[in-house]
């Protein structure tokens, strides 16, 4: 029982330090300080295995070859393993292959010089001990196996690392760490395929700031960036815990798709998104503040699809900034419909 203990406890602990890098991983204490220890743990968690197997298989007590071979048979295991590790750190081309070839080779090696040693143990006649055919292909299936499952899991996370880190880049404004445009495409199609299949309302709500130019000349460019980015993050909380998108267009537009039963909780919505907007923020100690006007055209009545639903509420958005006004529309079969209106006129 004590080496099955000691195989399942190397085996957690081999585990813990193979996650330390993942930050949603729960337990992290430690983990840091394992991490080093991980190819030990996993060789000692193998190599007890193995030795269960092969002296369980031949009907042998523990105690058959003494203490000193096992040492030596185990050694040469967790050898063999941070020898693997080595290679990998080098990190030429099918350094993950060769690595698992290496492990293959260890084990494969080390079962056979086992069953040879017991065999002459005194303990009676081994079947298929010694270095023979059966042991060549033994050997070669081994280091094809573990070279394959090295390899090809390693390169299947590497890739797979890649293509979200690639697809982050490509559907994340770099600026506010919103979605972006391409974000925005992908989403709107399918918030139209639910939409359209479940009779389930959403609205377009198109955010443009105002006095936003005033900024960027009187304190420059790098000012004007972080007003965005304190707007964007201001944004992104109050969406954090909704289904609903919201992303960067580019410039000073915003654009939301919200869900919605009826009217008045987008009108809600829209008040809460133009209190935000146009409150103060401070950046670098000074209190700066922008306008804001949001248009805003609903699916289906006044579009279904994305062009024809941000056209709309691209008008209702100008029907504003023409009367240099901020405030809230709504895009009405043609018209526009002002939900509310400030008294104190944008600069636009």
């Given at each position: ?13 081999a ?13 992290t ?11 030990f ?10 030795y269960?197997i ?6 042998l007590e523990?105690?058959t ?6 040492l ?5 295991v967790?050898?063999?393993f ?23 080779l ?9 069953k040879?040693?017991l065999a ?19 050997v ?28 982050t ?8 760490n ?16 639910k939409?359209?299949?479940t009779?389930?309302?959403?609205a ?14 009187t ?7 972080e007003?965005l ?23 000073d537009?915003?654009?939301?798709l ?7 909780e987008?009108?809600a ?31 289906p009545?006044?579009g279904t699809?994305?062009?024809s639903?941000?056209g709309h ?22 018209s526009v419909r002002?939900?509310?209106a ?7």
């Amino acid at each position: 029982m004590m080496m099955e203990l000691v195989s399942f406890v190397s085996a957690c602990l081999a585990l813990l330090g193979a996650l330390y890098k993942l930050d949603d991983v729960a337990f992290t204490f430690g983990r840091n300080t394992i991490k080093p220890f991980v190819p030990f743990f996993m060789a000692t968690s193998i190599w007890c295995i193995h030795y269960i197997i092969l002296f369980r298989a031949m009907g042998l007590e523990h105690n058959t070859v003494g203490l000193l071979y096992p040492l030596m048979s185990y050694l040469f295991v967790v050898f063999g393993f941070y020898c693997a590790i080595k290679v990998i750190d080098l990190g030429f081309a099918f350094s993950n292959y060769v690595s698992g070839a290496i492990i293959g080779l260890f084990i494969a090696t080390d079962h056979i010089v086992d069953k040879y040693a017991l065999a002459h143990s005194g303990t009676g006649p081994v079947m298929g001990a010694g270095l023979n055919v059966h042991s060549l292909v033994l050997v070669l299936s081994f280091v094809m196996l573990w070279s394959s499952i090295v390899g090809y899991l390693t390169d299947y996370f590497k890739n797979h690392e890649i293509i979200s880190h690639l697809k982050t880049i490509a559907y994340t404004d770099n600026l506010t760490n919103l979605s972006n445009r391409n974000a925005l495409n992908d989403h709107f199609g399918e918030m139209l395929a639910k939409s359209a299949q479940t009779a389930k309302n959403f609205a377009c709500m198109m955010i443009d700031l105002n006095k936003f130019k005033d900024i960027n000349d009187t304190y420059g460019h790098l000012v004007g960036d972080e007003i965005l980015r304190v707007i964007g993050g201001k944004l992104k909380d109050v969406f954090e815990k909704t289904h609903d998108f919201i992303g960067r267009l580019g410039g000073d537009e915003f654009i939301v798709l919200a869900s919605y039963e009826h009217v008045v909780e987008i009108e809600a919505l829209s008040d809460t998104i133009y209190r935000l907007v146009v409150e103060a923020h401070c950046v670098n100690d000074i209190p700066l503040q922008v306008g804001c006007c949001i248009g805003i055209s609903l699916f289906p009545e006044d579009g279904t699809t994305q062009k024809s639903l941000m056209g709309h509420a691209d008008i209702s958005l100008y029907e504003m900034k023409k009367n240099h006004r901020d405030g809230v529309c709504f895009y009405n079969k043609g018209s526009v419909r002002t939900v509310f209106a400030p008294d104190v006129p944008a600069s636009v």
